[in-house]
């Protein structure tokens, strides 16, 4: 399973930039898909959650009403749009993958992408 990221920049605080995650490998719209983030010496943390079907969204709080995940099961893509960045947003940005979970909080991921760097200039 290959997961490809890409979309990352450098954006004045305010603006938008859009990432995207291709997977090949295995059939992605069986899949839950997920993004993540990790910032100079901090752990990665989560950002957002996608069910297989596109049906079912979860984001942390920290990013909720700013952006936005999305797929494309036809094109075995998964988006992360993102608004209104500040600064804090500055990491680099991964995705993953995992089985369907009971729970949209569910952390089990087994797949990850290479990442892509994100910078919000002030």
């Known amino acids: 399973v290959q997961l490809q990221a890409s979309g990352g920049g450098l954006v004045q605080a305010g603006g938008s930039l859009r990432l995207s995650c291709v997977s090949s490998g295995r059939t992605f719209s069986r899949y839950d898909m997920g993004w993540f983030r990790q910032a100079p010496g901090k752990e990665r943390e989560f950002v957002a959650a996608?069910?297989?079907?596109?049906?079912?969204?979860y984001y942390a709080d920290s990013v909720k009403g700013r952006f936005t995940i999305s797929r494309d099961n036809a094109k075995n893509t998964v988006y992360l749009q993102m608004n209104s960045l500040k600064p804090e947003d500055t990491a680099v940005y991964f995705c993953?993958?995992?089985?369907?979970?009971?729970?949209?909080?569910?952390?089990?991921?087994?797949?990850w992408g290479q990442g892509t760097q994100v910078t919000v200039s002030s």
């Open positions: 993953a993958s995992r089985m369907p979970q009971d729970s949209m909080k569910s952390l089990s991921y087994d797949y």
């Open positions: 996608i069910s297989w079907s596109g049906g079912y969204l």
